[in-house]
């Protein structure tokens, strides 16, 4: 037996353990990426229930009205830019308001809609817009099309939750 083979023959019999071992972590890697991404796909937005709009929150949003509309751009570390829309929210109806979403509509010269985001401005992050309160809001959308007309977006309530 030459001096450098029994090593050689420990070296083999090591590399299935050690890649037996590294596919577990990567398994087991991979396990915990999976259940993170679902645990976030599931508490998201996109799982979030629409909230109700029949026609008692038809009729109370009338009575809400948004004002004071500021458009802002920024730009964030990854040079990505965004459009802030900001302005106040009041509740001129008798009622409080406990969660409430609206849709956003940016329109091109032809006045047609070309992009509609929907953003939830109160639930339970925030608290109730009491009746006859005012509110700030303030969201951000990303990716303003070029055929945006430059004007305000109309907002509009698409679900209401009151008390």
């Known amino acids: 037996m030459e001096p450098g083979e029994s090593s050689y023959r420990e070296d083999r019999s ?16 991979f396990g ?4 993170l991404t ?4 599931s508490t998201g937005p996109a799982a979030a229930a629409k909230l109700p709009f029949g026609p008692a929150e038809q ?3 009338e009575r ?11 730009t964030n570390f990854l040079n990505q830019e965004f459009t802030y829309v900001a302005g106040t ?11 409430m979403d609206v849709s956003i509509e940016f329109r091109d010269s032809l006045h047609q809609v070309i992009l509609r985001d929907s953003e939830h401005l ?4 925030t608290p109730a817009l009491t009746a006859g309160q ?21 907002i509009r309530v698409t679900g209401l939750v009151l008390e």
């Open 14 to 29: 090591r590399l299935p353990i050690a890649f037996a071992a590294g596919l577990v972590i990567v398994l087991i890697l």
């Open 32 to 35: 915990g990426i999976f259940l």
């Open 38 to 41: 679902r645990k976030i796909h």
């Open 59 to 61: 009729a109370y949003a």
């Open 64 to 74: 809400i009205h948004f004002t004071d509309l500021k458009l802002a751009k920024a």
């Open 89 to 99: 929210m009041t509740n001129d109806g008798v009622r409080d308001i406990k969660a």
């Open 122 to 125: 109160l639930g339970r992050d």
């Open 134 to 154: 005012r509110g700030t809001f303030q969201v951000s959308v990303e990716h303003l099309p070029a055929e945006w007309n430059h004007e305000y977006p109309a």
